[in-house]
């Protein structure tokens, strides 16, 4: 058993990586800048919860103290993605390694070193401050996950429509496939050093994954194709968003993850 920070855990994918560890035993603590009731539909029995800013550096130091290792999975968009990511990076890794944190893992994005896009630069920033530190440092790059797909379809609802970016393909992923090898990794898998790749079960258009969200939900909204403009449409135009060849073992299909929410 290990005592493991998971730094962002109150997030989507936080959330399932603070799950996971519980469940296998672990002493899990998270780190937000805002920690929920014990009674808030995201908070997770058996972990605990402390507050803690990635940019300020409030509440770090108190976060790190006695971890062995720590999973990131923070998040921010916009101007804050830069200021989270590559200066919120090298504040944690700084810290941890004054405290002597043994090992720390990465949640980062398929294609984020291969981009021109704003938030995916950010992304790439921060993967360099976690090789560059002196902790043992694993990244685990993941696919896009099921949530944020439909999140993209949902785009048209204020036309009453599923948005569908045209040659675009996904391979969309569970949090829960990538909450597992999160923590696989947390616990050693892998090489220090290693960049990790995980992806869906199945590369699918964006068109067929809208038909089945389309049917799973019951929306009667049309699907209309939509070419996606900047550096994100090109990167996803060009599949470098994918990785066929790392589809997760047994992972849930984006099928059977819209049946699992009916
Ligand atoms: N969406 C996808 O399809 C996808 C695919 C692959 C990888 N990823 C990566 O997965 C990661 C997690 O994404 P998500 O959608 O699960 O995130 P999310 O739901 O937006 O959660 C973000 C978490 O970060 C915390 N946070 C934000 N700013 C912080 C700060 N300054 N200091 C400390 N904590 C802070 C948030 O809590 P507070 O706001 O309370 O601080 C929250 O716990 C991201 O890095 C993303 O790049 C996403």
Request: proline residues 3%.
């Amino acid at each position: 058993m290990s005592r493991v920070l998971v730094v962002g855990g109150t997030g989507l994918a936080g959330r399932a990586v603070t799950a996971e560890a519980v469940e296998r035993g672990h002493e899990v603590v998270v780190a937000a800048r805002r920690v929920p009731d014990d009674d808030a539909d995201h908070y997770v029995n058996g972990a605990a919860y402390v507050t803690a800013d990635l940019v300020t550096g409030s509440g770090l130091e108190e976060a790190v103290d006695g971890v062995d290792v720590i999973v990131d999975t923070s998040n921010a968009t916009g101007k804050q993605a830069a200021h989270v990511f590559a200066t919120g990076a090298q504040n944690l890794m700084h810290t941890a390694a004054r405290f002597g944190v043994h090992r720390a893992v990465l949640l980062s994005i398929v294609g984020a070193d291969r981009s021109a896009y704003g938030y995916y630069r950010a992304k790439a920033a921060q993967e360099r401050a976690y090789l560059d530190s002196a902790l043992d440092t694993r990244i685990v790059r993941a696919t896009q996950f099921h949530d944020f797909v439909t999140a993209i379809f949902d785009r048209g609802r204020p036309l009453g429509a599923l948005l569908a970016p045209t040659s675009t393909r996904f391979q969309p992923i569970a949090v829960g496939d990538v909450a597992r090898v999160l923590v696989d990794a947390a616990e050693g898998d892998g090489e220090p050093g290693s960049v990790i790749h995980v992806g869906g079960p199945r590369v699918e258009s964006a068109r067929s994954l809208a038909e089945q969200w389309k049917q799973g939900s019951g929306s009667r909204r049309v699907i209309l194709p939509v070419r996606l403009g900047g550096a994100l449409g090109a990167t996803w135009r060009a599949g470098r968003n994918l990785v066929p060849e790392h589809a997760v073992d047994g992972g849930l299909g984006y099928g059977a993850w819209i049946e699992s929410r009916a």
